[in-house]
């Protein structure tokens, strides 16, 4: 497990909890978006946290900490990840986990395991636009061996069991898409509407420029537009928001 990164303390990722992040490195997906070109590229050259580090960190931090949030990279590309929540979960903490949802399995065992209490997954693009949006096309003969429509598959997966085969009253989910004015139309809300109808959660997120961007050049819808989109969802998703609008 590579530990790229670890924010001791945030109010911002795991809502309504004080926790601490960690992020992983690596990821089965290739958007050209992704705020995290060098824990995807490169995680080996950036993991300077040990396990042991994290959890000195959650020990002594116990008291003020009540949530643990894992992102990535993607953590469930992790075979270790289900032991690695364990000990954060002995450790008495709630666990929220960011996901693109490729790993229904994987997710599902957690769940069962009462070892994940959140799950932030993306929504990358409508179905038929996300090999683009999700950087399948990139995939092609590289060391990841699933193909892109076994990924979309499991993706489909993962948003039924989110949708149809969890229990609200000890779990939460939510779907996010972080909107980019160069990839995403109204067409793609509409795909996207139809396909989580029903949504617990649904948070529209705008594009940030940075210069960690994978591929540099994408642009934010402005609020005004976003607030469109928005609206345009709510008769299909009555809980779509807003998240991260200035
Ligand atoms: S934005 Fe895409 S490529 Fe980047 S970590 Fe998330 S799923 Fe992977």
């Known amino acids: 497990m590579l530990i790229c990164g670890f924010n001791k303390t945030t109010l911002l990722d795991y809502p309504e909890h004080v926790a601490a992040t960690v992020f992983l490195g690596g990821c089965n997906f290739r958007c050209p978006f992704c705020q995290n ?37 993607e953590p469930t590309i992790y075979k270790n990840l289900p032991d690695f929540l364990a000990r954060i979960k002995d450790l008495d903490y709630l666990i929220k986990l960011d996901t693109n949802g490729t790993n229904p399995d994987m997710l599902k065992s957690l769940y069962d395991a009462h070892l994940i209490d959140y799950i932030a997954m993306d929504i990358k693009s409508g179905p038929s636009d996300y090999a683009r949006v999700a950087g399948f096309l990139e995939l092609e003969d590289s060391i990841f061996t699933a193909s892109g429509q076994n990924l979309l598959k499991n993706v489909r997966e993962s948003v039924d069991f989110l949708i149809n085969g969890t229990d609200s009253s000890r779990f939460t989910y939510e779907f996010r898409t972080t909107v980019v004015r160069e990839l995403h139309s109204l067409e793609s809300f509409r795909e996207i509407g139809t396909w989580i109808k029903g949504a617990s959660r649904y948070y529209l997120q705008s594009y940030k420029d940075s210069e960690h961007v994978l591929c540099p050049g994408f642009h934010a819808y402005s609020k005004a537009e976003l607030e469109g989109f928005a609206d345009f969802l709510r008769p299909m998703i009555p809980s779509v928001s807003l998240r991260g609008v200035d």
Not at 40 to 68: W, Y
């Open 37 to 73: 070109r060098d824990l995807l590229l490169n995680p080996a050259d950036f993991a300077t946290f040990t396990e042991e580090d994290i959890f000195n960190h959650l020990k002594k931090r116990r008291s003020m900490l009540s949530g643990v949030c894992v992102s990535g990279g």
